[in-house]
């Protein structure tokens, strides 16, 4: 019931914890990058993992996502229909016109870093190309919410509206997952609140300075519903439609909502 209450607020960290979980975020970023300059076809999402692995130990952090409830990745690889929670593997080899989505989490003295994006394998279709663009234009607009004083579905609302602007913008059609969203994060991956792609604004716990949560819109291009795979970890499509994955880790502050995950350069 705590949820409810009107003054329950989302917790927050100092200003030397949003920078010591920068800090994290930025080698997942580094993370992020290595991957997709290797991702190439020929290349299997298991090659990727490695990458990604190697990335993180050398700069003194530990893959957040190996071992985490039994996970065996030290990256979530989906591809095409795949949604989230895809398994490195070893069967999955790239292909020209794949859609690839990377989630990556690193732990760096204590803080995690959470963050996600997809992109093309060479030349993608149109409406693909559509998709991957207008989901990660639905994350920027969507946190522009992760103010100070807002509550948790303002993001909700802000990440729903975008959507629907998003439609006009890109012309394609635009499926929210359903049941699937972004997360409260610290010194764990996942703490309070869950965070939903969609909803009505002003619920939910107040959105403080310092408040961080991680923001993650899911998007297909042809249903909401999903799937989990035998595996119980791959989420598809229910209808084979391809999705896309974009993800930050944001903090609220008194200037604005502050990326912790940043990629540089790109």
């Known amino acids: 019931m705590g949820f409810r209450k009107k003054n329950k607020a989302i917790a927050a960290k100092t200003p030397e914890q ?3 979980m920068q800090a994290a975020g930025e080698i997942v970023g580094r993370a992020l990058q290595a991957v997709r300059e290797a991702a190439k076809p020929g290349v299997t999402t298991l090659d990727l993992d490695t990458v990604a692995e190697e990335t993180i130990r050398s700069a003194g952090a530990v893959p957040t996502f190996k071992g985490y409830q039994g996970f065996p990745g030290s990256i979530c690889s989906s591809v095409n229909d795949m949604i989230v929670h895809g ?7 790239l292909k020209e016109g794949d859609l690839v989505s990377i989630d990556c989490g690193a732990t760096y003295k204590g803080w995690v870093g959470d963050s996600a ?3 093309g394998i060479g030349r993608i279709d149109d409406d693909v190309r559509k998709l991957n663009e207008a989901t990660e234009w639905v994350l920027y607009q969507g946190l522009k919410a992760m103010v100070p004083g807002n509550r948790l579905t303002d993001v909700s609302w802000a990440l ?3 959507t629907r602007k998003a439609e006009e913008k890109f ?3 635009l499926y929210i997952v359903d049941g699937y ?4 994060i610290g010194r764990t991956m996942h703490e309070d609140p869950f965070l939903a792609n969609e909803g009505k604004p002003g619920r939910g716990p107040i959105i403080q300075e310092g408040s961080v949560l991680a923001i993650e819109p899911m998007l297909t291009l042809g249903s909401e519903d999903s799937v989990v795979l035998d ?3 791959g989420v598809v499509t229910d209808d084979g439609s391809w999705a896309a994955h974009w993800e930050h880790t944001v903090a609220a502050t008194a200037s604005g909502p502050r990326i912790l995950t940043p990629r540089y350069g790109n």
């Open 18 to 20: 949003l920078d010591a």
């Open 87 to 93: 398994i490195p593997s070893k069967e999955v080899v």
């Open 117 to 119: 994006w997809s992109f």
């Open 160 to 162: 729903e509206e975008a």
């Open 171 to 173: 012309g394609i059609d």
């Open 181 to 184: 969203g972004g997360h409260g």
């Open 231 to 233: 595996d119980d970890w």
